[in-house]
């Protein structure tokens, strides 16, 4: 007996028609991961992925559509429950109706979805890193960094053309106290897949010149709340965990936080917050050094006073005082003081005129009167002395003088 042969066509059509009406097939609940996610026309294509837990590898695939009119009600609600749009690398529970094309095979069509399914695996991701920090024991480093007394050094990282870097800039540098900063920006991509090493990157430029910077501050404006997935990452906060200065963290989500929320020194909602908060952190310092200059100055111009009154009181008592001390003395001499002085002049003065007396009967005993008185006379020549008589030639005229008179002569020829 021949065999009756049917058309691949035919049987794609009993395939779809068995599976539109199998029990079980349609309005199904089912977990997976989102794969290659990306929207055309309004409608959201995806690839549902099942994952072995120890390995990695794929148990499962299957390609998903969320048709336009649904995607726009569950992509909403979904953004609304978990801060963060559908993408690539997430993990959902979605309701499917089992679909087969005779052409592009089977597929599944998500009706609903549960974010809170999501919202718990992104959490528990979270935890998974906040947990291997800790047991690592660097999960409060960068957070128990004190901060400088004045944190005006400030390396920045952000992307140069982001409204939340303007934003800070213009918010810090305009500060109503006029404080000034010193900043310099080392770039970086916030968002997509490039986020991770771009901003360890950033930072490790930064670490290589730690000298040179009080503080970082890493900031991110609004945007795509999707992108902030990119922060919840392993590498990312170990480095930001054990970085050698405080870091800011303002990457622009009010609701959400990520893992670096959680390991950074500081934490803000907007690059705004940010700059204000270095504002305060300097303005306070700023505050400080002031208070410490006007207690200076007080205790200076109280010490001046308190000075100058000492120096008052000096003044006037220091006549007083020396009149007292002379008065004091004067006591302490008595009447018996002046005699004694008077009476040891007296011996000075009768001392003094005995030992004159001696020296003048001295000099009339060698005076040269004397020595002619006693028979001597003198020869002179001229009106000199002579002293030898070899000295004398025959007719010399010479002066005898003697205690009584003097007489000239001729020498002769003897």
């Known amino acids: 007996m021949e065999e009756q042969a049917i058309s691949l066509l035919e049987l794609n059509r009993r395939v779809t028609s068995a599976i539109a009406v ?89 009706s609903d979805i ?8 992104l959490a528990r991701r979270r935890n998974e890193i906040i947990a291997r920090l800790r047991a690592e024991g660097v999960f409060d480093m960068n957070r128990c960094l004190p901060w400088p007394q004045l944190p005006v050094r400030v390396a920045i990282i952000s992307a140069r053309g982001a409204a939340g870097y303007g934003d800070f800039m213009k918010h810090l540098h305009n500060n109503p106290q006029r404080l000034r900063f010193e900043t310099e920006l080392f770039e970086a991509t916030l968002q997509g897949e490039r986020t991770v090493p771009s901003v360890v990157a950033a930072l490790e430029a930064i670490a290589a010149r730690d000298g040179e910077f009080d503080c970082v501050v890493l900031i991110r404006g609004g945007g795509a709340v999707s992108d902030l997935a990119s922060f919840d990452d392993y590498t990312l906060a170990s480095n930001v965990a054990q970085f050698p200065l405080p870091i800011i963290v303002g990457i622009g989500h009010e609701r959400d936080v990520t893992v670096l929320d959680y390991v950074a020194n500081t934490r803000v909602k907007t690059p705004t917050a940010a700059a ?10 700023y505050d400080r050094l002031r208070a410490t200059g006007d207690a200076i100055l007080t205790l200076v111009r109280e010490r001046i006073s308190g000075q100058r009154q000492q120096l008052a009181y000096y003044q006037g008592s220091i006549p007083a005082l020396a009149r007292s001390i002379i008065d ?5 001499l008595g009447p018996e003081i002046p005699a004694a002085i008077t009476a040891a002049v007296r011996s000075t003065f009768v001392r003094s005129a005995e030992r004159l007396n001696a020296f003048g009967v001295l000099l009339n005993t060698l005076s040269p009167e004397a020595t002619l008185r006693r028979g001597y006379s003198i020869t002179r020549v001229d009106g000199h002395a002579v002293t030898e008589a070899d000295a004398l030639e025959p007719g010399t005229v010479i002066t005898t003088t003697f205690a009584g008179g003097r007489t000239k002569t001729s020498t002769i020829n003897l």
């Open 328 to 332: 004091r003395n004067r006591q302490r």
């Open 22 to 110: 199998a029990p079980g097939l349609q309005g199904v609940w089912i977990t997976a991961e989102t794969s290659d996610l990306r929207s055309s026309g309004g409608h959201c294509y995806m690839e549902l992925v099942q994952k072995d837990e120890r390995t990695g590898s794929p148990l499962a695939k299957s390609r998903a559509v969320m048709w336009a009119s649904t995607f726009s009600r569950l992509g909403a609600m979904f953004y609304a429950a978990t801060g963060t749009r559908l993408r690539s690398d997430m993990k959902i529970m979605v309701k499917v109706n089992a679909n087969y094309h005779p052409v592009y095979g089977m597929s599944l069509v998500i």
């Open 276 to 285: 204000e908060a270095l504002i305060g952190m300097a303005g306070a310092a």
């Open 114 to 121: 549960n974010p809170d399914y999501t919202v718990g695996d």
